[in-house]
């Protein structure tokens, strides 16, 4: 009878701390009391990734209950066939989205691929306050399905690999042309004193 309660005890208490996990676990993106960028407090994860992110803010909706930060962006680069895009967060950070294959994004009222996105394309996407991923709707109505992508920040020494050539280094405008010329000058005035030592004594 002991053992039998003993081992429901710790069946409970098990149950009891993998749900205290369970809650303490969850990464919040932020906490809102309200539908305005003002009413949003970040969390400390997504300041630590994302310093800018609150004044990246466009607006806050919510669906079914649950908080939205819209942001918008501008696409920089799209790798790897659409599984990477580099979006510029509008007056916040640059982020890396990693979207799945069949992820359709409304630009300008048309739906379209993420393979399809160019280099200087103004996406809107959304993050939740529960976790911090990129929220994509399969279309504009309320009732729309939310598509989840991750994301992770630019790292610096990438940003720096894409800085043009021309802001680590000079360019090289040294010509040999004046060397030359000059090595040339020096062979002339040469042959000139040795045709006058020549003349003068012969004379």
Not at 11 to 20: D, K, P, W
Not at 24 to 29: E, I, K, L, P, Q
Not at 193 to 198: D, G, N, V
């Amino acid at each position: 009878m002991n053992l039998r309660k003993t081992s429901l005890m710790g069946v409970v208490a098990l149950a009891f701390s993998g749900a205290l996990f369970a809650q303490t676990s969850v990464d919040r993106a932020f906490s809102a009391t309200g539908a305005s960028c003002d009413q949003v407090t970040w969390s400390e994860e997504a300041l630590e990734q994302y310093p800018r992110i609150a004044s990246a803010c466009r607006e806050v909706t919510e669906r079914d209950g649950k908080y939205f930060v819209r942001f918008e962006g501008e696409v920089d680069r799209v790798r790897d066939r659409g599984r990477s895009i580099t979006v510029d967060f509008r007056e916040g950070d640059r982020l890396t989205i990693s979207p799945p294959d069949n992820l359709s994004i409304f630009i300008d009222g048309r739906r379209t691929s993420a393979a399809n996105l160019r280099p200087g394309d103004q996406l809107n996407f959304y993050i939740p306050q529960d976790q911090l991923v990129a929220t994509f709707f399969d279309d504009e109505s309320e009732t729309a399905t939310a598509q989840e992508a991750p994301i992770t920040p630019e790292p610096e020494e990438t940003l720096a690999r894409t800085e043009p050539q021309s802001q680590s280094r000079l360019p090289g405008t040294a010509s040999p042309l004046p060397l030359l010329g000059f090595a040339g000058l020096i062979l002339l005035v040469l042959g000139a004193a040795l045709t006058i030592r020549r003349l003068t004594r012969q004379g």
